[in-house]
């Protein structure tokens, strides 16, 4: 139901843009959460990006090591959301998941993995320094 996509190889400082599409979803009425996981380590919320309609429309959360750095955003009309990543640092690498949840709730609230209901597929994200 969901495909992510747009991972690869990238230099330490570069830039990648991982997409997320929905099929059959209702995607609209769903928030969305990119998440990864790297080697040896347990899966981790990076950002995520409330839905259009809700208490908090469109709001956003990052992880403290992402901040300023990536920014999630959705196109409802094109069913995708999308995570821009700016300035790689090595310990980006890792695979990249999105997921949607339903909720109204702003998105600062859902940080966790057992929130959200779908999964895309991993894409996988390596950086080199």
């Known amino acids: 139901q969901l495909q992510a996509s747009g991972g690869g190889l990238v230099q330490a400082g570069g830039s990648l843009r991982l997409s997320c599409a929905a099929s059959?979803?209702?995607?609209?009425?769903?928030?969305v959460g990119w998440f990864r996981r790297a080697p040896g380590k347990e899966r981790e919320f990076v950002a995520g990006?409330?839905?259009?309609?809700?208490?908090?429309?469109?709001?956003?959360a990052y992880a403290d090591s992402v901040k300023g750095r990536f920014t999630v955003s959705r196109d409802d009309a094109k069913k995708s959301a999308y995570l821009q990543m700016n300035s790689h640092i090595p310990e980006d690498t890792a695979d990249y998941f999105c997921?949607?949840?339903?909720?109204?709730?702003?998105?600062?609230?859902?940080?966790?993995?057992?929130?959200?209901?779908?999964w895309g597929q991993g894409t996988q994200v390596t950086v080199s320094s």
């Open positions: 059959t979803l209702p995607f609209s009425t769903y928030a």
């Open positions: 997921a949607v949840a339903f909720t109204f709730s702003s998105i600062r609230y859902y940080t966790s993995p057992s929130q959200y209901s779908y």
């Open positions: 990006i409330s839905r259009s309609v809700s208490r908090n429309p469109g709001n956003t």
